[in-house]
C-alpha cells in the first residue's frame, strides 16, 4: 500500500517554462487536493478534487491548472512557471474529509 | 472565509516537561473539524490529533491532546513529557464541512526541545 506517491521529488525549472507535478493514491479516496508551502510558511490551497471529473479552485490558483481524469490520479500542471512558484508542493488525499494523508512533497525551484 | 492563527513562530521547552501551542480559528459553519500536523526537519506531514466541532470531550492520543474551547474559538496543542524529537514545526489546521472538506492551515510554530 504506497499510500500519496509524488513525483518527482525535486525539480528545477527556468522561467517560463511548464511541467507536471505528478499525484498518485491507491486508497481509492474521493477527496485529493494540491498545497503549497512556502519557506517558514503553513501550506495553502492550491486546488482541489471531490471526486473525478471535479476540481475547483482553492486560495492560490493562479499560474496553475488541475485536472481528474481517474480516482487515482490529480497531476498538478504549471503552465508558465515564475519565480514566485519556487516552493514545496504537496499533494493529499481524504476518503471522507476526516483523515488526510500527505505525499512527501515536490521541491520546486524556479531561476 | 476560513482562518487559522498561530500566533507563536517558536518555542522552547525543556525536555520532559510539557508544551502548550496555541491555535486559534475563525468560521461560522457550525461543522468543521480541527487537525494538528506535526512537520519534522524531513519535511513530511505527520497527523498528529483531531477534534470535531461536535465532539463533546477533548481528543486525547498518547502524549498529545487537544485542549478545544469552541466558545474562544481555540484548539491549543498539549505535549506532556517533551522529547528531543518533537523537535518541529508544529501546524493547526481546519476544515469546514460546507467548504469542500479541504484544509486551511495555520502559520505553524516552531517547537525546540532542550535537553
Known amino acids: 500500500n504506497a499510500g500519496v506517491t509524488q513525483t518527482p521529488k525535486f525539480q528545477v525549472l527556468k522561467t517560463g517554462q511548464s511541467m507536471t507535478l505528478q499525484c498518485a493514491q491507491d486508497m481509492n479516496h474521493e477527496y485529493m487536493s494540491w498545497y503549497r508551502q512556502d519557506p517558514g510558511m503553513g501550506l495553502r490551497l492550491i486546488h482541489y478534487s471531490v471526486g473525478a471529473g471535479i476540481t475547483d479552485q482553492g486560495e492560490v490558483p493562479n499560474g496553475y491548472n488541475v485536472s481528474r481524469s481517474t480516482t487515482e490520479d490529480f497531476p498538478l500542471r504549471l503552465l508558465s512557471a515564475a519565480p514566485s512558484q519556487t516552493s514545496v508542493y504537496f499533494c493529499?488525499?481524504?476518503?471522507?474529509?476526516?483523515?488526510?494523508?500527505f505525499g512527501s512533497g515536490t521541491r520546486l525551484t524556479v531561476v | 472565509a476560513q482562518k487559522i492563527t498561530q500566533t507563536q513562530p517558536g518555542m522552547f521547552v525543556q525536555e520532559k516537561e510539557a508544551v502548550t501551542l496555541d491555535c486559534t480559528y475563525d468560521t461560522s459553519d457550525p461543522s468543521y473539524g480541527l487537525f494538528w500536523y506535526k512537520q519534522p526537519s524531513s519535511g513530511e506531514m505527520i497527523f498528529l490529533i483531531y477534534q470535531g466541532s461536535y465532539d463533546q470531550q477533548n481528543a486525547t492520543e498518547g502524549r498529545y491532546s487537544l485542549n478545544f474551547q469552541k466558545a474562544r474559538k481555540s484548539a491549543n496543542l498539549v505535549i506532556s513529557a517533551s522529547q528531543l524529537g518533537d523537535s518541529a514545526m508544529y501546524f493547526c489546521a481546519m476544515r469546514v464541512d460546507n467548504a469542500g472538506n479541504m484544509l486551511t492551515f495555520g502559520g505553524g510554530t516552531r517547537l525546540m526541545v532542550k535537553p
Open positions: 493529499a488525499s481524504s476518503f471522507d474529509g476526516f483523515g488526510y494523508t
